[in-house]
């Protein structure tokens, strides 16, 4: 287990995006969330206090997690010096990242030395099956977006929370870093092998009481290229019940990608429900949740107002106005 | 280089279809189809002289390829005594399962000792971008299937070897274990990691001449839970100006998938269409291949006539008529 709390490294993240996963930890674990460190340029902001390695360990922070991706997934040479410094300082690390701590030769024998522990959550430790499609007990929803980076986990986080809060039995399903992170378990599912994705999903998600919802963490999106086939394996591994549609309203252009067009959450129900009744003829869209980050209160009132008109849907922004709706949504189903 | 020419080797397979790689083999390059290996209860025939490992040897194979696949990709407990005898003789071995020959102890170490080589044909040996989604000159076009294993990959080769008797410039993109043996090079893609499928076809699939022609392979099927995150990435990363659809229609359910119904080619057109289009805005269907191996004659006739009133396409069966009718609609594009 990694040990907490943590130090969460924003490092010289060119959007806020680009720290999701520290922001996950912050939102969903904040207990563990001791403080922040910054490289010069850093476009992030958890808003908890800027610390530096010292002083962060000596108010009792033991892991410096790396809480933010760049393209490709490589460790940058501006973290290095940090990155060394804090095995030095006494701490192990802990990541997300394609790349791998562990295969990075001047951090795993200063991390062997100092006797620290580098931690790649990312790296499949299962060895996964290939998907067989037989229909599983119990419940799943699964979070799909009309791009990638819209809300998909915190969505399922935040049903998590609400769903327990009256008392249907819940849990989340990470599919990703910042989800192992938070939760301690899950499928680092961008770094499965091509063949064994659905299966992990079967796995990940296995036969459960006739009660008990899986809340399947999405990943990419059906629209976005670079990462579709990773969703498709989502919709068919998870077998989901149920659908939540996530969307963020205001995309100049799919994430990444100048030139690629923002879909239309119109556009995903018809793409999706048809391919997630290959898995489970049962499947049903639920809800949507729209991530109003960008939006003003009274905008984004509207936005959801007229999303739940046109579609048909209950609707609502769960980080805004909490998932009270969507849970209603899947309880009575 | 793997040298030739091979004897192939059947195991144990339990159906034709198992020995896919070798039939590939036998059909497009059969000048490197010396003979073949069965065990006892091998239901696969290529129709080539059995030989054993010495009569192979004495009559000129130098690489014994593995031309079976079983569920999982594993080296078979009954195939074992046979690769130790293999090396022994003199052979090389070549495989594509996911299991790889040099991760085996004993046949690594049995390799190694008497300078034999261990060709794992689906090891990804290039670092994969992660696709940009970025236009690209030239023309590509994609077999998809309604199901796998229905004939992708043939209908690929068959256009290849009438478009360049045509005069078009055209290549076969191998994108799977028969392919890459077949042709010596391409994309083992079930073996990429998620993350990197869709760049790993652009890789394989970039800028060419405007007339010239990349005929990808397909791979799985967006009906087949198991692998349709494979296939989607294909369409996405290979961003296609046309798509080929490809069905058998005597399936009693989708491979592997008891309870699993195989869906209709005009269900294929209605999902890979859009979905295509998501990459290619003008994407088209071009034409339907019908893989009519178990059909008679004349039924082959009436049910690829058909298809052609019903689709509103052409359609052909590329391995007993040949892909003329493919080839004309892609040049007519």
């Known amino acids: 287990m990694i040990k907490t709390p943590y130090l969460l490294f924003l490092g010289d993240a060119v959007d806020p995006l680009a720290a ?3 922001q996950g930890i912050k939102d969903w674990r904040p207990e563990y969330a001791l403080g922040q460190l910054r490289l010069p340029g850093c476009k992030a902001d958890m808003g908890i206090a800027d610390m530096d390695l010292q002083q962060a360990w000596d108010a009792g922070a033991r892991t410096l997690v790396i809480g933010v991706a760049n393209r490709g997934g490589y460790i940058s040479e501006s973290w290095r010096a940090v990155l060394r410094e804090a095995l030095e300082t006494g701490f192990d690390l802990a990541s997300g990242l394609h790349n791998l701590l562990q295969d990075d030769p001047e951090l795993a024998q200063l991390a062997a030395r100092l006797g620290r522990d580098l931690h790649d959550v990312r790296v499949p430790s299962v060895a996964y099956p290939i998907a067989g499609g037989i229909p599983r007990k119990g419940k799943r929803v699964l979070a799909v977006g009309t791009d990638c980076s819209v809300g998909k986990m915190y969505t399922c986080l935040a049903l998590e929370k609400e769903m327990r809060a009256r008392q249907i039995p819940a849990s989340f399903r990470a599919t990703g870093q910042t989800g192992i992170l938070i939760t301690g378990g899950g499928v680092p599912l961008d770094a499965v092998v091509a063949d ?3 299966g992990s999903i079967e796995w990940l998600t296995p036969d459960n009481d006739p009660d008990h919802w899986d809340l399947i963490e999405g990943q990419g999106s059906l629209f976005h290229v670079s990462y579709s086939g990773v969703t498709l394996a989502l919709i068919h591994g998870g077998q989901p019940d149920a659908l939540i549609l996530c969307h963020e309203p205001t995309r100049p252009h799919m994430r990444g990608l100048p030139g690629h067009q923002v879909r239309t959450l119109e556009d995903l129900a018809q793409v999706a429900l048809p391919l997630a009744q290959v898995a489970n003829p049962d499947c049903v869209i639920a809800g949507v949740s729209v991530n ?6 009274d905008d984004a009132r509207a936005y959801i107002g007229e999303t739940e008109k046109n579609l048909g849907l209950p609707a609502c922004d769960p980080f805004r106005q909490g998932a009270g709706k969507l849970a ?3 309880a009575a189903l």
Chains 1, 2 share one sequence.
């Open 328 to 330: 209603e949504a899947l």
């Open 292 to 297: 109003t980050q960008h939006l003003s209160e």
């Open 196 to 198: 064994f994705m659905a």
């Open 20 to 22: 999701k996963v520290a």
